[in-house]
């Protein structure tokens, strides 16, 4: 996993590597060719306008964009996440907002606010699986729509809920290659929740918030 700059991350997936940029939601993949031309173009021996040869070979992304000489410092502090109970009423508000944000918003601004810090105070005294009884509760009331992106917004709506809830959990993004695909889960003190590890270790982690 690499911090290329603000909102773009990328991970080397065997010899291939796949860039995720949350600005634009959208996920770029570079075969082993294009790989190591990127790699000249990132370590600045070769000019920029080696960003044409990547377009050339049909690579899919804004190379100007992308990768085009800005500030490399880190994404400014979150406020901690407002303090909530973890409830089932805060469970499925945490859905809504999730799923109204990202269609307002996008991508980057609904991850944002989903991976806030913590809520420094923890309101409910239940444990953490629990608190996630209550999500998988209110996920009765609440369709996500069920599509290819479910996994999404539904593992942004449960980080959000268990951030606000005071728990330290971790959002994790990540990729595989042949076929291309990806897929987007929560952990809390390294287990993932509504996943197993044996899925989630075949999966190449591009951003862990």
């Given at each position: 996993m690499l911090y290329l700059r603000e909102y773009v991350y990328l991970v080397q997936v065997e010899d291939c590597a796949v860039v995720l940029d949350l600005e634009h939601d959208a996920y770029h993949f570079f075969d082993r060719q294009s790989f190591s031309l990127l790699q000249t173009l990132l370590s600045g021996v070769a000019p920029f306008d080696e960003a044409e040869s990547l377009e050339?070979?049909?690579?899919?992304?804004h190379a100007l964009n992308l990768f085009s000489d800005q500030p490399q410092g880190k994404c400014a502090p979150r406020p901690h996440a407002p303090c909530t109970?973890?409830?089932v009423c805060s469970a499925l508000t945490s859905m809504v907002k999730t799923s109204l944000l990202h269609r307002r918003a996008g991508l980057r601004t609904c991850w944002e606010v989903s991976n806030s810090p913590p809520a420094p105070v923890r309101r409910s005294l239940k444990s953490v699986d629990a608190t996630v009884r209550n999500f998988v509760q209110a996920e009765n009331l609440f369709d996500f729509g069920?599509?290819?992106?479910?996994?999404?917004?539904?593992?942004?709506?449960?980080?959000?809920f268990l951030r606000s809830a005071g728990y330290?959990?971790?959002?994790?993004?990540?990729v595989k290659?042949?076929?291309?695909?990806?897929?987007?889960?929560?952990?809390?003190?390294?287990?993932?929740?509504f996943n197993d590890i044996a899925t989630t270790s075949t999966y190449a982690r591009i951003l862990v918030g």
């Amino acid at each position: 996993m690499l911090y290329l700059r603000e909102y773009v991350y990328l991970v080397q997936v065997e010899d291939c590597a796949v860039v995720l940029d949350l600005e634009h939601d959208a996920y770029h993949f570079f075969d082993r060719q294009s790989f190591s031309l990127l790699q000249t173009l990132l370590s600045g021996v070769a000019p920029f306008d080696e960003a044409e040869s990547l377009e050339e070979l049909g690579v899919k992304c804004h190379a100007l964009n992308l990768f085009s000489d800005q500030p490399q410092g880190k994404c400014a502090p979150r406020p901690h996440a407002p303090c909530t109970g973890g409830g089932v009423c805060s469970a499925l508000t945490s859905m809504v907002k999730t799923s109204l944000l990202h269609r307002r918003a996008g991508l980057r601004t609904c991850w944002e606010v989903s991976n806030s810090p913590p809520a420094p105070v923890r309101r409910s005294l239940k444990s953490v699986d629990a608190t996630v009884r209550n999500f998988v509760q209110a996920e009765n009331l609440f369709d996500f729509g069920r599509y290819n992106e479910d996994c999404l917004l539904r593992s942004l709506s449960l980080q959000r809920f268990l951030r606000s809830a005071g728990y330290a959990s971790e959002h994790v993004i990540g990729v595989k290659i042949y076929p291309f695909n990806a897929h987007a889960w929560v952990e809390y003190q390294g287990e993932p929740i509504f996943n197993d590890i044996a899925t989630t270790s075949t999966y190449a982690r591009i951003l862990v918030g």
